[in-house]
């Protein structure tokens, strides 16, 4: 099962590497990973997306991101309320008349075009990580000819306050 990590870190030299080498040595496949800096001056939040079977490896998991000195925190953020997204660049081949069909595609992906050429389009999306595979799905009939993703990043969803809940609450 893909499980959402996020750890924040002192934002110092070598703290990637060394994190990444720990998940390396204890072969955890990390299938995603954003890191970036945070509110907090020299500390940075790393997301990981990684694929765990069973709860013995997701608990070694995250007591072994605890024991690396630069771990501030750790959070299995997978089963909670988040708000999560994820930025691709698409290259597609594209002229004349395919260029509106494309831009027919993207539209309700709220996607936008960032770059033409005489023989390509260059798109741009964001959102959740089933919406921008949604859209790759769609796009290679076109033939893609270049694809990068930035990896999921991903927090929290803010608390709501108590009276705004309950006011919800009686609504439903």
Do not use: C
């Not at 099962?1 to 390396?24: C, E, F, H, P, W």
């Not at 750790?74 to 494309?102: C, F, N, P």
């Amino acid at each position: 099962m893909k499980r959402i990590i996020i750890a924040t870190v002192q934002d110092r030299s070598g703290v990637l590497n060394r994190i990444t080498g720990m998940l390396y040595k204890r072969q955890f496949n990390i299938e995603s990973i954003s890191v970036g800096t945070s509110e907090t001056p020299g500390v940075s939040k790393m997301t990981f997306v990684v694929d765990v079977h069973d709860e013995h490896k997701l608990e070694q998991l995250t007591k072994q991101l605890h024991k690396q000195i630069d771990v501030l925190k750790v959070q299995d953020i997978t089963d909670k309320a988040i708000v999560a997204r994820e930025l691709a660049l698409i290259k597609v081949g594209g002229s004349g008349g395919l260029r509106a069909e494309i831009q027919g595609i993207i539209t309700p992906f709220r996607a936008s075009v960032i770059d033409i050429s005489k023989d390509s389009l260059t798109i741009q999306v964001t959102g959740k990580p089933d919406k921008v595979e949604a859209l790759i799905s769609l796009l290679k009939p076109y033939g893609i000819k270049e694809l990068t993703k930035t990896g999921v990043t991903a927090f929290l969803r803010g608390q709501q306050p108590e009276r705004v809940a309950e006011i919800n609450s009686h609504l439903i």
